[in-house]
């Protein structure tokens, strides 16, 4: 089986101002490299502005890394076409971002529907996912967005990231915007679900007990290189002293 | 006479001038949405050309009816006496609101929502049919219902230049001093405006989708 996730010597340059012109010198991602492999969930942990949710981006191309290379299931994913790296590739945002006009049942099957599937395997796919979060498909399906709570709609964020079956999830800062409460029990929920799935997984935050909690491995971001990545007992134990400081934190 | 009595005498007339009115405002709208929306949609891709095109819509909109009527009489295909002269101008007064509104409305739809579409691997065609329009309708629809009811009013000068509309009773009262007259053309015009002003104002509400 390949390996869903390899990045390898990843950065990415702000461009100069002027059109044609090299780039600024200013890195926000400079040579990141490391691998997730299926069931894996790495957790890129930094401070605010220290290049994690921009290495997310260059992974599914919302921006096109300047250097290196990243590859999904083995394939490369400069080689496909954007949207279609996408719709492998499931994405998760502290805003959410569902569609205001769509059910949540469309929200979910958003993905399948892009991909072409005839609507009944649509519809029960949704049912299933719903059911995998934890959200009653009866109750919910027809409801919008703004009829949901917070921790509901981050739910349904995440069926709609699994519809399709991606080898490899993007999440970033999922539960950042949740109360303590929510919070605590979707990250428990999401513990038990990632088992359950088998994806590979990279998981950004800046919460490093959400990340000693959920990593399979951390690997700790500053000033956009990666400066440690390790498993969470080699984390705690790091002398490194951004370790050291988010340790101090926790 | 009365206004009312007036209006029992004419009916033919009265009627003919509203068909006039009405086709006068509804054509000139249809074209300016035909051509504003797009220029707006345009206008969220390429952020340079946004100042200078609503700069010139903007400017287009000081230039008084009367004399946009007037400049527009002497040039070739869209210009001369009648109807087609009269919609040329309506449509430039409503192309700026249209257009802003436009980009107003696309501009105005929630960054993270556009992010996630994007990242579930939407293409910008799909974004914008699917996620953009779709959410900035309201918005685009509270410039097209401003545009609508402004042309109701301009398209009363309208008749000044032999394009006919309730405008004629209008003019023709000013020249006889007749407020009967004047009255006869006015309040159906009010009226009209009203009306377009309260059903593109319910389309708008339907249109409009709560944020989370």
Redesign the interface.
């Given at each position: 089986m390949t390996t869903p996730l390899e990045v390898q010597g990843l950065g990415y340059e702000l461009p100069g101002k002027g059109k044609g012109e090299a780039g600024s010198g200013r890195f926000l991602v400079h040579d990141v490299s490391f691998t997730v492999g299926a069931g894996e969930t790495l957790v890129l942990l930094g401070r605010s502005g220290s290049g994690k949710t921009t290495t997310l981006k260059l992974i599914?191309r919302?921006l096109e890394p300047t250097t290196g290379e990243v590859r999904i299931a083995g394939a490369r994913a400069r080689d496909l076409a954007?949207?279609?790296?996408?719709?492998?590739i499931g994405?998760v945002?502290q805003?959410?971002?569902?569609?205001?006009?769509f059910t949540v049942a469309r929200n979910v099957g958003?993905?399948p529907r892009?991909e072409g599937w005839e609507p009944p395997r649509i519809v029960e796919r949704v049912r299933e996912l719903l059911a995998v979060v934890g959200l009653d498909a009866d109750t919910f399906a027809l409801r919008?967005?703004?009829q949901?709570s917070g921790g509901q709609?981050q739910r349904v964020?995440v069926a709609?990231a699994l519809a399709a079956d991606p080898p490899l999830l993007l999440l970033d800062e999922p539960f950042g915007a949740l109360d303590p409460i929510t919070r605590v029990e979707l990250q428990r929920e999401f513990q038990t679900l990632k088992q359950r799935l088998g994806q590979a997984m990279v998981f950004v935050t800046h919460d490093v007990r959400e990340g000693l909690m959920l990593a399979t491995r951390i690997g700790l971001m500053q000033q956009g290189r990666l400066v440690f990545l390790g498993t969470p007992q080699e984390f705690r134990q790091s002398d490194h002293p951004e370790s050291k400081a988010f340790m101090a934190a926790a | 006479m009365s206004l009312w009595e007036f209006y029992a005498r004419n009916s033919g007339e009265v009627l003919g001038l509203v068909g006039q009115h009405v086709s006068l405002v509804a054509s000139s709208t249809a074209i300016a949405i035909v051509l504003g929306v797009p220029v707006g949609i345009a206008l969220t891709r390429r952020p340079a050309w946004r100042a200078p095109v609503l700069g010139l819509a903007n400017v287009f909109q000081t230039i008084p009816s009367l004399a946009l009527f007037g400049f527009l009489i002497p040039l070739p295909f869209i210009g001369g006496i009648g109807a087609t002269t009269a919609i040329v101008a309506l449509v430039v007064y409503a192309l700026l609101p249209i257009v802003r509104n436009t980009y107003t409305g696309l501009a105005g739809v929630d960054p993270a929502v556009r992010e996630a579409g994007r990242g579930m691997g939407m293409t910008d065609w799909q974004l914008l049919t699917q996620v953009e329009l779709p959410l900035g309708l309201s918005v685009i629809l509270a410039g097209v219902r401003v545009a609508t009811v402004v042309s109701v009013g301009t398209a009363t000068i309208a008749a000044a230049i032999g394009a006919g509309g309730l405008g004629v009773y209008i003019f023709r009262g000013v020249a006889v001093v007749d407020n009967t007259l004047i009255l006869a053309g006015a309040l159906p015009a009010a009226l009209m405006a009203l009306a377009a002003d309260g059903l593109l104002g319910l389309a708008e509400r339907r249109f409009a989708w709560r944020a989370t």
């Open positions: 599914n919302l954007a949207t279609r790296l996408r719709r492998r994405y945002i805003e959410v971002g569902l569609f205001p006009h958003l993905v892009l919008y967005p703004h949901l709609r964020g709609r | -």
